[in-house]
């Protein structure tokens, strides 16, 4: 008997695949064959199908199938606009999930700071990221893509005498013209499960 996400995985789906999927290559963007989207997606391949989405060699029946389904149910002609970069408590009406996105996508990755300054190129290639550039005071910082369209810049400041180490994750800006508020939040948990799991 199929989960309750699986049931939101295939339900999304078939809403995607029962309307026009015309230029839906060019609105992800993926590489279109047959009836199968091919793009990346935190950090590996993905396929999406009428028969199920795919990440690596895994299908996705749980949450990442969810928010790549809803990216797909998404999908327009915007572009990407990463600057100027934006907080998540900064977009509109994402009060309720704003306590969750910082505990699960910024603490949980305070442990880690030093692992992860030494394990940056490692990141930036599984994730098509790249550094950030100068972003002041901060001690290093880079960006990644887990979805096409949608960026996420996270920003190191190390531990020193006086403070503890900190994450700040700030959003493309026109993050939510590609997913809802409550799924852009879990965008940036798993994304950063997916750099945790790179750490290993």
Not at 130 to 153: E, H, Q, R, T, W
Request: charged share 20%.
């Amino acid at each position: 008997m199929a989960s309750r996400y699986e049931k939101i995985v295939s339900d999304n789906l078939r809403k995607l695949y029962d309307r026009a999927t015309v230029n839906l290559d060019g609105l992800l963007p993926a590489v279109q064959k047959d009836n199968m989207f091919c793009f990346e997606a935190f950090g590996q391949p993905c396929r999406l199908s009428t028969d199920g989405i795919q990440l690596g060699k895994l299908p996705q029946t749980e949450v990442v199938g969810i928010l790549i389904s809803l990216y797909a149910l998404h999908a327009n002609d915007e572009t990407c606009m990463l600057e100027p970069l934006k907080a998540y408590k900064d977009f509109p009406n994402s009060m309720p999930y704003a306590a969750a996105f910082t505990s699960h996508t910024q603490q949980v990755l305070v442990p880690e700071v030093e692992k992860i300054k030494s394990f940056q190129q490692k990141i930036w290639t599984a994730m098509n990221g790249m550094d950030a550039g100068a972003i002041a005071g901060c001690d290093f910082s880079f960006v990644v893509y887990p979805l096409p369209k949608i960026a996420l810049c996270y920003i190191f400041y190390e531990a020193d005498d006086d403070f503890p180490a900190s994450v700040t994750c700030l959003f493309s800006n026109n993050a939510n013209s590609f997913l809802p508020m409550d799924a852009l939040a879990d965008v940036g948990e798993y994304t950063s499960k997916r750099i945790l799991e790179i750490l290993e």
